[in-house]
């Protein structure tokens, strides 16, 4: 697997679906997310295996401008609360919650202004998510055309996997060729988790 610590997810952040890379370079930016955008954010990590422990290095490390008493107070708890580390029973002997899906990220909680949580195919404007896209190295005319075709159709997930076999295209020829991965293991990408595990496994 992925060396996964609080000092990899910059450079992990190139496997991680749009959903997951705006949240990453929005904590950058602010050094700062609001609630939804920490939880979404905290139980992707928390499914690509980032420790508690180092899940919350990283948040302290990336909140750069508050202090350590007021991250205790206001946002520790959330993320253990997040791992099942606390909370009722049922949280707890469940180890906290499931990483959201796609499915759920695109019909749950809306992002409002100044929120970064969403799901960038579903939530932003067609120029803003051109430009996203290009930020990330999706510079081919024809993908961004088709993004903004599915986008239009509301096939939100299916332009997400268009950019995912666009970026990966010589990767997935190899694979086929050496018969490698098989058709089930590249079926539609349906949940942020498997599009990072599917990235990282493909680029190594
Ligand atoms: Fe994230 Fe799913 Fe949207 Fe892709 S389709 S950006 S994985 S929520």
């Known amino acids: 697997g992925a060396p996964i610590n609080p000092s990899s997810i910059d450079p992990l952040s190139q496997h991680f679906p749009l959903c997951m890379r705006n949240l990453q370079m929005t904590l950058r930016k602010n050094s700062h997310l609001k609630h939804f955008g920490r939880l979404q954010?905290?139980?992707?990590?928390?499914?690509?295996?980032?420790?508690?422990?180092?899940?919350?290095?990283f948040w302290r490390q990336a909140f750069k401008l508050i202090t350590d008493d007021t991250?205790?107070?206001?946002y520790r708890y959330n993320i253990r609360h997040a791992y099942g580390d606390v909370g009722g029973d049922a949280i707890r002997r469940g180890r906290g919650y499931s990483?959201?899906?796609?499915?759920?990220?695109?019909?749950?909680h809306p992002p409002g202004s100044g929120e970064s949580h969403g799901c960038p195919y579903r939530h932003f404007s067609v120029d803003n998510l051109t430009t996203l896209l290009q930020t990330t190295g999706v510079s081919d005319r024809d993908v961004l055309r088709g993004v903004k075709e599915d986008v239009e159709k509301?096939?939100?997930?299916?332009?997400?996997?268009?950019?995912?076999?666009?970026?990966?295209?010589?990767?997935?020829?190899?694979?086929?060729?050496?018969?490698?991965?098989?058709?089930?293991?590249?079926?539609?990408?349906v949940h942020p988790n498997t599009y990072f595990k599917r990235s990282y496994l493909l680029k190594t």
Do not use: M
Not at 71 to 74: A, D, G, H, L
Not at 170 to 185: C, F, P, T, Y
């Open 71 to 74: 991250f205790n107070k206001e």
């Open 154 to 189: 509301k096939r939100f997930h299916i332009a997400c996997n268009r950019v995912f076999e666009w970026a990966h295209k010589g990767d997935i020829k190899r694979v086929k060729e050496d018969d490698s991965w098989g058709a089930a293991e590249l079926d539609t990408i």
């Open 41 to 57: 954010y905290t139980l992707f990590l928390k499914g690509i295996g980032l420790t508690l422990e180092d899940c919350l290095i």
């Open 99 to 108: 990483p959201f899906s796609c499915q759920k990220i695109l019909t749950e």
